[in-house]
């Protein structure tokens, strides 16, 4: 939600605003503009800061105009007060501190993640933007542990990047530079959570209680966007959303197959049901890019390649003035199954995701195939999100932005990840609560147990099988072999086995390849 770029010697100018963003001499922070977002920026003597932050929906701090940069000259003791207003604020934000006297700077991110910040120091310069893609501005090294990692299926939560000197800073983390020096600072780990006993207490109510604080914690903007798949997790966030306020529209993407069907009557029923105004796009019109050669839009670090037909219904969304999309992100995260609670085989995870690391290895050299086998030292500490949805927020929240929208994703609040953590084991297991949360409000027709889900996964095998010759062609040149990553031969006969095939597992580990090597081919052009 911020840019910048800084030297550390302008530190030592006042900042002042011009056009919506602060200078110093030659150096400039510009904050992302958004009804939902607010920026302060506080002065004091030798010392001053600026934060963008979610805008809460009341508060007793700076009365800031909603996506207006407002400036405070202080004494030191309000100075700190609203300092520590900023640190404790309980929605997102991004904070930049600055000594004047030391040339010194330190940038925090909040707990939530949903837009997270990537940053590169050279020579006492600091770069600071929301979109990773930006740094494909210059030629960049490759981490090599990073890419062998990522192209072994390893899911990585981590300051370090796929660019070398390109650090994310990840939720609650902070980044502190001063003159010949920088240095990244991770958050304490978060304590590990513990189950309730059964105590007889219905958990329903107290789950419908949390999820609706979590959705009051915003102002609301008169109307909104909700994503709409077809699932338990949008669809229990849309229907938590009309129970307070109108006008919501529903934005889904619809899939082709087997799911298609099911798919588009549960959507059909949600919508009547709460009174939505339901968008869809085929993925059929906008399927994935699968191109290799040079893209005029450069690619950032985390990978999604069905932006296209969410960017479609995004841009739907700007045009009739929404400007805010709640999400489902977080709803696999929610109700954890403990150790003592499942099995060795589940603990191990589904037979697919086992076969598709095994492809997924067996493209690598020896040398990255031990890189990728080691046990990683750099992951950030346990986090009150979980990882893997501050991933999918990373995935999502550059082009969202980029096309209007601000995200908000109630069901990767921390405050209801804990609740839902440590209820007991009936309410968590199969999502019970969940289901009978929608069953009151939907009916029990829409989400019977046993129900499948309708998933992605049967979009790029159809698609890479079409496309392998072209795609086969492209890769006599390849960028990760080069780099001695991977082995020629095993990418083709990858290529070729899901051109036979069109097995799930072995997509899962070409794609990830895919994106890889698009992003090492822009690292050496730059």
Not at 211 to 227: C, D, F, H, K, M
Not at 435 to 448: I, K, M, Q, S, T
Not at 496 to 501: A, F, M, S, V, W
Request: charged content about 25%; hydrophobic content about 40%.
């Amino acid at each position: 939600m911020i840019k910048a770029e800084i030297s550390l010697s302008d530190l030592s100018f006042e900042p002042t605003i011009k056009q919506g963003a602060l200078f110093m001499g030659a150096s400039w922070i510009r904050p992302h503009t958004h009804p939902l977002l607010e920026t302060v920026c506080v002065r004091a003597p030798e010392q001053w800061f600026v934060v963008v932050r979610e805008r809460k929906a009341s508060r007793d701090a700076i009365h800031a105009e909603a996506g207006k940069l407002v400036v405070e000259q202080t004494d030191e003791a309000r100075f700190h007060s609203l300092y520590q207003e900023s640190l404790l604020w309980p929605l997102d934000y991004v904070m930049i501190e600055v000594a004047q006297a030391g040339h010194r700077l330190r940038v925090r991110a909040g707990v939530l993640g949903a837009v997270p910040v990537y940053a590169r120091v050279l020579d006492d310069r600091v770069t600071l933007t929301w979109d990773s893609a930006e740094f494909a501005d210059r030629p960049a090294a490759i981490d090599m542990e990073v890419a062998s990692h990522q192209l072994a299926l390893h899911t990585l939560y981590a300051a370090r990047q796929l660019y070398t000197g390109v650090v994310l800073l990840t939720e609650r983390a902070s980044l502190h530079v001063e003159p010949g020096r920088a240095r990244f600072r991770y958050p304490e780990s978060m304590a590990p959570t513990t189950p309730s006993p059964e105590d007889g207490e219905d958990a329903l109510p107290r789950f419908a209680d949390a999820l609706q604080n979590v959705l009051n914690l915003r102002p609301w903007l008169g109307a909104a966007s909700v994503e709409l798949s077809g699932g338990m997790d949008s669809a229990t966030v849309a229907t938590a959303l009309v129970q307070w306020h109108e006008h919501i529209d529903s934005k889904g993407i619809l899939l082709d197959g087997d799911v298609r069907g099911p798919q588009v009557h549960r959507r059909r029923l949600i919508a009547e049901r709460l009174g939505l105004s339901d968008r869809t796009v085929d993925i059929a019109d906008y399927p994935p890019n699968l191109d290799l050669s040079p893209s005029q839009r450069p690619y950032g670090f985390c990978h999604d390649f069905y932006l296209d037909a969410c960017a479609a219904l995004w841009d739907s969304a700007s045009v009739k003035g929404r400007h805010v999309m709640f999400t489902g992100i977080g709803g696999d995260e929610l109700f954890p199954a403990y150790q003592s609670e499942v099995s060795e085989s589940a603990m191990a995870g589904p037979a697919w995701a086992k076969d598709a690391r095994s492809f997924a290895e067996g493209l690598l050299t020896p040398r990255a195939l031990n890189a990728a086998r080691s046990r990683t030292l750099f992951d950030a500490p346990e986090s009150p999100v979980p990882a893997t949805s501050l991933l999918a927020q990373a995935c999502r929240a550059p082009d969202l932005l980029a096309h209007g929208q601000w995200p908000v994703n109630p069901l990767s609040d921390p405050r209801l990840t804990a609740f839902c953590h440590r209820l007991p084991r009936s309410s968590r297991e199969g999502r019970e609560v969940m289901r009978r949360y929608l069953e009151n409000h939907l009916g029990a027709d829409v989400f019977p147990k046993g129900y499948i889900k309708e998933t992605f996964a049967n979009v790029l095998p159809p698609l890479i099988a079409r496309h392998a010759k072209t795609l086969a062609a492209q890769l006599r040149e390849c960028a990760l072999a080069d780099l001695g990553l991977v082995d020629r031969t095993a990418v083709f006969k990858l290529l070729e086995t899901i051109e036979q095939t069109q097995e799930h597992p072995a997509t899962s580990a070409f794609a990830s390849f895919l994106w890889l090597e698009r992003c090492a081919r822009q690292a050496a052009c730059g």
